[in-house]
């Protein structure tokens, strides 16, 4: 396992205060704000502790209210909304200088035979074809931000190869579709819930940038906004994150300073193992 992901794992686990209460560090990515994939993988991790094990999360559904400070932990609230005889469902709360800064209610399942259908993979490269992100980044290592160096060009806990390369610092109209190989940097723990909140924290990275490529934008354009309002997931079949899964996004409307990004995310059996959605803020600031 990479230092990386190690430092990842240990991110997303808790510490535990009392019944129902976790505490949760914060990574400095260099962002002005914690990366949104950490606070859902948190959330996510806070209420895996007080579901029964038999049961993984089918589907999540989270609002950002505030950005959170990456110098301060952040606090999980999880409240128990209903333990039924094939479903579990929690709320939970992230709480930062005394308010809420997010919320996510979760459900979960039972394993359970029934039909069974999906959509087919789209027919992309493997991901031996293409470089890493980091590597991509590091060819325009000097005009980057220092303090987005690390994160751009270092080694990641999640690496991310992408099928489109867009240069963000000269944005060309492309269509709003993208297509990225995922995977965590070294072996992963046999327990499918990590593996979810896992995947839970990789699908907010390089999502709703998607929505800005028929624009001529990135996140590098200056005095342009990008953050996050919603994101969902559901959880279709299970997987894993030390193997590559294909990262399937498209943005199929942006109107009134809001972009939306679905995406669905396959195994290299061609398996559809998760659908996410996220809609987010993308205007220039006044």
Known sequence: MSKPLRELLSLLQLEKLEEGLFRGQSENLG???????????????????????????????????????????IIYDVENLRDGRSFST????????????????ASYHGDTPGFDHQNAMPDIPGPENFPSESELASHIAEFL?????????????????????????????????QYLWIR???????????HQYL???????????????PHEVSLMTPNFQVATIDHSIWFHRPFKMDEWLL?????????????????????QQGHLVATAVQEGVMRFAK
């Not at 859902?40 to 806070?46: F, H, N, P, R």
């Not at 965590?184 to 990590?194: K, S, T, W």
């Not at 907010?204 to 998607?210: K, S």
């Not at 990262?247 to 942006?254: G, K, L, N, R």
Request: proline residues 8%; hydrophobic residues 35%; contains cysteine.
């Open 31 to 73: 962002l002005p704000q914690v990366y949104g994939g950490q606070v859902i993988g948190q959330a996510l991790s806070a209420a895996r502790y007080t579901v029964e094990d038999a049961r993984t999360v089918h589907s999540f559904h989270s609002y950002f209210l505030y950005p959170g400070d990456p110098e301060k932990p």
């Open 90 to 105: 929690r709320r939970v709360k992230a709480i930062q200088n005394g308010r809420p800064i997010f919320y996510l209610t």
């Open 145 to 177: 931000p220092e303090r987005l160096r690390k994160t751009f060009c270092g080694e990641k806990s999640i690496e991310t190869r992408p099928v489109n390369i867009v240069n963000p610092l000269k944005p060309k109209k492309t269509e709003a579709k």
């Open 184 to 194: 965590a940097n070294g072996e992963m723990p046999d327990n499918q819930l990590i």
């Open 199 to 213: 995947l839970a924290y990789a699908s907010d990275w390089g999502f709703l940038i998607t929505a800005l490529h």
């Open 247 to 267: 990262y399937a996004i498209e943005s199929p409307t942006a109107s009134n300073t809001r972009g939306l990004v679905r995406g669905e995310i396959y195994n």
